[in-house]
């Protein structure tokens, strides 16, 4: 069955069916909820969250009309605001920031210095994401982690496609300048590093 025929029967009393959406797209929601809230790594909160999406998408399901948007981008709409929101809830708090900021257990003897290396920098790309205005980054996610199409991004943040293509343009751009100072520093430091030995 189609998103549009399981929500037709869901609309029609076959409350079943929504199980079937719910598999459908719970690791992508899931896992686009992860990577907006990236600063934080809360997979619990993103658990919450990713489950008050569906709630929420449940409870709307009968406003939903598919000649506006697919269902797929209807739920990303949901889940993002969903984000936005909890997000503002806990802009206060410090809480959030303090109990995911943890490295992990191994110690750095422990581990080869290419995996430490690739951690590094993906400790600095995810960085540098956060730090990206939030538009900014819900379009990257949603492009380069989701693979969505313009239009598709369009419509979630609800914006034009040439609004989309700007944002892209901007977060990409702002990344490349905020890894630049390191993969200069990191070559520097393997050509002296050669020049000592």
Same mark, same amino acid.
């Given at each position: ?14 409350? &079943? ?14 896992? #686009? ?8 790594? &809360? ?10 999406? #569906? ?15 697919? #269902? ?22 410090? /809480? ?11 110690s750095f ?15 600095? /790309? ?34 034009? /496609? ?6 892209? #343009? ?25 020049n000592k030995?």
């Amino acid at each position: 069955m189609t998103d549009s025929q399981l929500i037709r029967e869901i609309k029609d009393g076959n409350v &079943q069916c929504y199980g079937e959406l719910v598999k459908r797209y719970e690791r992508k929601i899931f896992a #686009f909820i992860l990577h907006m809230l990236s600063g934080y790594q &809360q997979e619990a909160l993103a658990e919450d969250l990713c489950q008050e999406t #569906f709630y929420k998408a449940f409870k709307s399901i009968h406003s939903f009309r598919d000649v506006e948007a697919t #269902f797929s981008t209807w739920l990303y709409t949901i889940a993002r605001n969903t984000v936005l929101s909890e997000l503002r809830k806990s802009k206060n708090s410090e /809480v959030y920031i303090e109990d995911t900021k943890q490295m992990t257990t191994a110690s750095f003897d422990q581990l080869p210095e290419q995996e430490l290396l690739r951690t590094e920098r993906e400790q600095l /790309v995810r960085k540098a994401i956060e730090n990206l205005p939030e538009k900014q980054r819900s379009a990257l996610i949603l492009r380069e982690y989701e693979q969505m199409e313009y239009k598709e991004i369009a419509v979630i943040l609800n914006s034009t /496609v040439s609004s989309v293509k700007s944002l892209l #343009f901007r977060a990409r751009n702002s990344i490349k300048s905020q890894l630049e100072s390191y993969f200069s520093e990191q070559q520097l430091e393997e050509v002296e590093g050669m020049n000592k030995s």
